[in-house]
């Protein structure tokens, strides 16, 4: 059973920084994708960044050059720079099979239960 356990939430002021992590256990499948997506107060989710199997990132166009994806056998981390008030959401990491044979990842169906962000102007 796949498991993914953020920490590393808070609060704080706009130009700041905080790093979010998350545990990930139980994914027994040869490669995964991980990601971090948001969703602001009273807006539907977004993605913020991913890294698949192969170290591949994407990041949103808002927090290009900001924000920083990582991950390692079973943990992964954002570190999140120059923070603004529109970056205030519940950030949640989930993960995805990784597929192989056309080398990108499958929908994202796993996931954590979330950590708050708010960064105050």
């Known amino acids: 059973q796949v498991q993914l356990v953020e920490s590393g939430g808070g609060s704080v002021q706009a130009g700041g920084s905080l790093r979010l992590s998350c545990a990930v256990s139980g994914y027994t499948a040869s490669g995964y994708c991980v990601g971090w997506f948001r969703q602001p107060p009273g807006k539907e989710r977004e993605r913020v960044a991913t890294?698949?199997?192969?170290?591949r990132t994407t990041y949103a166009d808002s927090v290009k050059g900001r924000f920083t994806i990582s991950k390692d056998t079973a943990n992964m981390t954002l570190q999140m720079n120059s923070l603004k008030p529109e970056d205030t959401a519940m950030y949640y990491c989930a993960a995805a099979a990784w597929r192989a044979r056309s080398w990108d990842c499958d929908a994202y169906s796993y996931w954590g239960q979330g950590t708050q962000v708010t960064v105050s102007s």
């Open positions: 890294v698949d199997s192969i170290s």
